[in-house]
C-alpha cells in the first residue's frame, strides 16, 4: 500500500506562507484512486477537506482557502504540495493529505503537519 508522509508546516504569523509537502512511497494514481486531498483538523474540530487534485489535475479548495491556496502535483518524485499564502489564525490545524477513490478518502491517516498561525 502506498503510503504518504507529511511534512513543511511551522509556526507563522498571520499574513505569512508556508508550503507543504505530501510524499508518496510509490505512484500516487493507481488502481481506484482519483484523486489527492489535503485534509486539516483544528482542536476541538471536525477534519476537513481544503484542496483536492485529481488525475487530470483539475483541483477543487474549500471556500475558506480559495485564492489563497494552492495545491499542485504530484511531481517526478510523487510529491504533492499545498501552497499556502495570506495564511490566518483560523488556518491553525494539523494538515493531512490522503488519496481518493471517488467513494472519498482511503487509508489510514498519517500523522500530519502542524500550522500554526499567530495573530
Known amino acids: 500500500q502506498v503510503q504518504l508522509v507529511e511534512s513543511g508546516g511551522g509556526l507563522v504569523q498571520a499574513g505569512e506562507s508556508l508550503r507543504l509537502s505530501c510524499v508518496a512511497s510509490?505512484?500516487?494514481?493507481?488502481?481506484?484512486?482519483?484523486?489527492v486531498g489535503w485534509h486539516r483538523q483544528a482542536p476541538g474540530m471536525q477534519r476537513e477537506l481544503v484542496a483536492l487534485?485529481?488525475?487530470?489535475?483539475?483541483?477543487k479548495y474549500a471556500n475558506s482557502v480559495k485564492g489563497r491556496f494552492t495545491i499542485s502535483g504530484p511531481d517526478a518524485r510523487n510529491t504533492v504540495h499545498l501552497q499556502m499564502n495570506e495564511l490566518k489564525p483560523e488556518d491553525t490545524a494539523v494538515y493531512y493529505c490522503?488519496?481518493?477513490?471517488?467513494?472519498?478518502?482511503?487509508?489510514?491517516w498519517g500523522q500530519g503537519t502542524q500550522v500554526t498561525v499567530s495573530s
Open positions: 490522503k488519496r481518493h477513490t471517488e467513494l472519498g478518502p482511503v487509508g489510514s
Open positions: 510509490g505512484s500516487i494514481f493507481v488502481g481506484v484512486v482519483e484523486a
Open positions: 487534485i485529481d488525475r487530470d489535475g483539475d483541483t
